[in-house]
C-alpha cells in the first residue's frame, strides 16, 4: 500500500496507521508530496503534476500492482498520478479525499476556489481552526505533534484542473471511505462526489477529517477489507 498524505501534511501524519497495517501483512510505503513533509522542494514552484510524479515515482519504487490511499488534498494527487501510470497500481482509495472528473476544480468539491488566498503559498492555519476543521476528535498529543510538523501549502495544485480518461485513470477500482464528522471536507460534499463519480465500494466511518490519528484500528481493519476486496 502506498499512502499519500493531504495538503500541510506529510508522511508522518500515518505514523499510527502503519505498524497496525504491516501487522495485517501489508507491505507499506507513506511519501512526502513534493514542498510537503521532509521534502526540500520550495513549495511556490510545486504543481499538481508535481504531486502526480511523486505517487507514481512511490508506485514504481514497490513494484506496482499498488494499492494507493489518498487522504484530502491527496485525492488529487493519487487521479493525476494515475493516469500518468495506471499500470503500476491495483485499487485506488480517497480518504476524506477529493475525487474529481476530468475538467474539473476543487469547487465540484465545494472549495470556493474565489476566496483561496491569492498567493503562491497558503501559510498554515491558525491552531484553533486546524483542531476544528482537521483535528476534531484527536489526541491533545497528536493535534500538538501535527502542530509541529504543518508546512505551508502550495497553492497551484489545489486549483488546478482535473485531466483524467476513462481509459487510464477510470479503468482501476475505486474506493471511497467518508467521514460522518468532519469539519474540512463536509460529508455531504463526499456523498455528491460519490454520486458524481461512483465507486466499487464506499465505508463511512465515525470520524472527523483524520481518522488516521482518531480511530486507526478501524481505519486499518476498512483497508484491510478493501485489499482483500
Not at 2 to 28: D, M, T
Not at 208 to 216: A, K, T
Amino acid at each position: 500500500m502506498l499512502l499519500v498524505h493531504g495538503g500541510l501534511h506529510g508522511a508522518w501524519c500515518w505514523s499510527k496507521l502503519v505498524p497496525l497495517l504491516q501487522a495485517r501483512g501489508h507491505e507499506i510505503s507513506a511519501i512526502d508530496l513534493p514542498g510537503l513533509g521532509n521534502d526540500s522542494t520550495p513549495a511556490e514552484t510545486t504543481t499538481l503534476d508535481d504531486y502526480g510524479d511523486a505517487v507514481v515515482k512511490g508506485a514504481r519504487s514497490m513494484g506496482g500492482n499498488v494499492i494507493v490511499i489518498a487522504h484530502s488534498l491527496g485525492g488529487m494527487a493519487i487521479s493525476n498520478g494515475v493516469e500518468k501510470a495506471p499500470e503500476l497500481f491495483a485499487k485506488l482509495v480517497y480518504l476524506a479525499a477529493i475525487l474529481l472528473a476530468d475538467g474539473e476544480r476543487i469547487s465540484a468539491a465545494g472549495v470556493d476556489i474565489d476566496s483561496l488566498p491569492d498567493v503562491p503559498v497558503s501559510p498554515v492555519l491558525p491552531r484553533e481552526l486546524c483542531e476544528q476543521m482537521f483535528y476534531n476528535g484527536c489526541e491533545k498529543s497528536d493535534i500538538d505533534e501535527a502542530m509541529r510538523r504543518l508546512r505551508p501549502q502550495a497553492m497551484a495544485p489545489m486549483t488546478a484542473t482535473m485531466h483524467v480518461t476513462a481509459e487510464r485513470w477510470g479503468r482501476l477500482p475505486r474506493y471511497y471511505i467518508a467521514c460522518e464528522r468532519d469539519q474540512a471536507l463536509a460529508i455531504g460534499r463526499q456523498r455528491e462526489m460519490i454520486a458524481r463519480l461512483p465507486v466499487k465500494k464506499a465505508i463511512t466511518l465515525d470520524s472527523g477529517h483524520s481518522p488516521f490519528f482518531s480511530i486507526p484500528q478501524s481505519l486499518a481493519t476498512v483497508l484491510d477489507e478493501i485489499a482483500a476486496d
